[in-house]
T-cell receptor, first 114, second 111 residues
Framework: DTAVSQTPKYLVTQMGNDKSIKCEQN?????MYWYKQDSKKFLKIMFS???????INETVPNRFSPKSPDKAHLNLHINSLELGDSAVYFC?????????????FGPGTRLTVT | GENVEQHPSTLSVQEGDSAVIKCTYS??????FPWYKQELGKRPQLIID?????GEKKDQRIAVTLNKTAKHFSLHITETQPEDSAVYFC??????????FGTGTSLTVIP
């Protein structure tokens, strides 16, 4: 019955590795997002996808790439991981219609790069 | 693009007192203003929202006010309880579902 789910919940890996985080929503929403939350708790938008089209990319390094196989999934791939990538990554989704609606967040993935 | 500022960054209140968190936004096209609460180790969750055609909205101990002219909106929590302790985020959104979040306020309610 989970609305937005992410896997894995925790991810510990070494510098230079490539990893992926998966996100799925069962709400029938049109738009999905990825956020990075650092140790200061800032929520930084990384990407959003609307009907498989990237519509936001906020100066994120190209080592990060979102991939959306279908409307219910938005996965995050990270290449050549760096120490500064350590953070909690949240997936979210919302319905793309007027007026704007709330975003539903996933439980988060805590990424630790050693 | 939109710029959302949030103050204060930390707030401590005694149990039973009120807490107020303020946000300002820059783009007059923003028309939806949600507030999210994030408890330690949990996901952000919507607690209340307001649209640009409304000046105030209440839900039990929580209220939000919006001043479109001044481009600011505030979250008011009355009769605070220890379980209100969390990080609170404001956000502004407009057509296209682009959300812009504030930098968060860490609220501590002291028993």
């Amino acid at each position: 019955d989970t609305a937005v789910s992410q896997t894995p919940k925790y991810l510990v890996t070494q510098m230079g590795n490539d990893k992926s985080i998966k996100c799925e929503q069962n709400l029938g929403h049109d738009t999905m997002y990825w956020y990075k939350q650092d140790s200061k708790k800032f929520l930084k938008i990384m990407f959003s996808y609307n009907n498989k089209e990237l519509i936001i990319n906020e100066t994120v390094p190209n080592r990060f790439s979102p991939k959306s196989p279908d409307k219910a999934h938005l996965n995050l791939h990270i290449n050549s991981l760096e120490l500064g990538d350590s953070a909690v990554y949240f997936c979210a989704s919302s319905q793309d219609r007027l007026p704007p609606r709330e975003q539903y967040f996933g439980p988060g993935t805590r990424l630790t790069v050693t | 693009g939109e710029n959302v500022e949030q103050h204060p960054s930390t707030l401590s209140v005694q149990e039973g007192d009120s807490a107020v968190i303020k946000c300002t936004y820059s783009d007059s096209a923003s028309n939806y203003f949600p507030w999210y609460k994030q408890e330690l180790g949990k996901r952000p969750q919507l607690i209340i929202d307001i649209r640009s055609n409304v000046g105030e909205k209440k839900d039990q101990r929580i209220a939000v006010t919006l001043n479109k002219t001044a481009k600011h909106f505030s979250l008011h929590i009355t009769e605070t309880q220890p379980e209100d302790s969390a990080v609170y985020f404001c956000a502004a959104s407009m057509i296209g579902n682009q959300f812009y979040f504030g930098t968060g306020t860490s609220l501590t309610v002291i028993p």
